[in-house]
């Protein structure tokens, strides 16, 4: 079996595809472990480019760049799903340790194909139709199955809502978005709940306690996020033993997040999964025992995991870009926040702030979840990205 060790070997580099936040708190743990980090992406002054050991300037969605990059480090591991593919499938053939690997990386990035894996083995998710444009969909309103309230998500490149049109009624067709996509039918969702699950290559899996999510109204993106989730001990069991299922099924190494929908009529259903660190594990850097992003590493590397276990119960707020302001970003409010202490606050770095743009998190531990969430609230009303 092919492994590294960067503690036996410390001139290792990790190589990191995507310089944006989670590439950057990638590195942080790295750091804290004296690993060596390298970053592939556009600009110099990307969140994770300063915070590498080498930053290596290119784009990674571009064949040569992620072929030449790969080459010159260790292992290739990701922080964004849109990395070139066949540049990593041509890494994995020359012998270069790739996690997660190109192939479960096909299978995730495409949502249908995604879907449709899990269908196949077994694990519960929503019914699909999958369609080439938006006309295709009009076309198909009324006569194929398509049934108001509905769902339709870009197969591909959509993030943070972006990519998810949700269709109450014919008034919401305007909304329909073009390119190929899946239509599903709309969930009336109890919780929204993601568990993080690792997997090393010898096959041992260890799984993060739930955490609940929700979601900002306009912007469609995780505004709050609760660990303990609230749910309770037996669904808790039942979403991590999804989970465990679906990255062992996926033959993930390193992290695989799976969002659930819990509906109203009680069943589980995935929504969707990511193959690396995530939004809603952020709270892992100070709340458990081990950080989402240093079982990554390990897991990576093929080195034992860690039990994740929660010291305090969290809450995780993202700090969203102002609506009505573009441009270098100015933070107001960070001391007050600061001094309600337990409270930890992230700045990612961006050089430019956008309405509704993720630009750090604050997260707020505290032995009473009531008095964190409290916190959480001053503190968004507090901290405010303007330019
Ligand atoms: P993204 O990949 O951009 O995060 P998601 O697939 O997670 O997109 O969808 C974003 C949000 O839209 C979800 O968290 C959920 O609140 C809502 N949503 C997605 N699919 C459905 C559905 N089938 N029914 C109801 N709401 C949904």
Known sequence: MHVINPFANTDTIIGICGGGQLGKMLCEAASVWDWKTAVLDKHQDDPAAQMAHRFVQGDYTNYDDVLRFGQSVDLITIEIEKVNLEALLELEAMGKIVHPSPKALAIIRDKAKQKQFFIDQGLPTSPQLLFESKTDILRAIGSDGIEFPFVQKLRSGGYDGRGVAIIK???????????????????????????????????????????????????????????????????????????????????????????????????????????????????????????????????????????????????????????????????????????????????????????????????????????????????????????
């Open 169 to 387: 009624s014919k008034a919401d067709l305007l909304l329909l978005l073009d390119g190929p996509s899946l239509v599903e039918p709309f969930i009336e969702i109890e919780a929204e709940v993601a568990v993080i699950a690792a997997r090393n290559l010898n096959g041992e899996i260890k799984t993060f306690p739930p955490v609940a999510m929700s979601f900002h109204p306009e912007a469609n993106l995780v505004e709050y996020l609760y660990c303990p989730s609230g749910l309770g001990p037996a669904l808790e069991l039942e979403a991590t033993q999804i989970a465990q299922a679906a990255i062992e099924s996926l033959d993930v190494c390193g992290l695989l997040a799976v969002e659930l929908f819990l509906t109203t009529d009680g069943d589980w259903l995935i929504n969707e999964v990511a193959p690396r660190p995530h939004n809603s594990g952020h709270h892992t850097i100070e709340c458990c025992n081990v950080s989402q992003f240093h079982q990554h590493l390990l897991a990576i590397c093929n080195l034992p995991l860690i039990d994740p276990q929660l010291h305090f119960p969290a809450v995780m707020v993202n700090i969203l870009g102002e609506d009505g302001f573009e441009g270098p970003p100015k933070y107001l409010g960070v001391e007050q926040a600061l001094r309600m202490g337990n409270v930890y606050v992230h700045l990612y770095g961006k050089n430019i702030t956008k309405p509704f743009r993720k630009m750090g998190h604050v997260t707020v531990a505290n032995r009473s979840i009531n008095r964190a969430i409290k916190t959480a609230n001053f503190i968004k009303d507090q901290i405010k990205v303007i330019s």
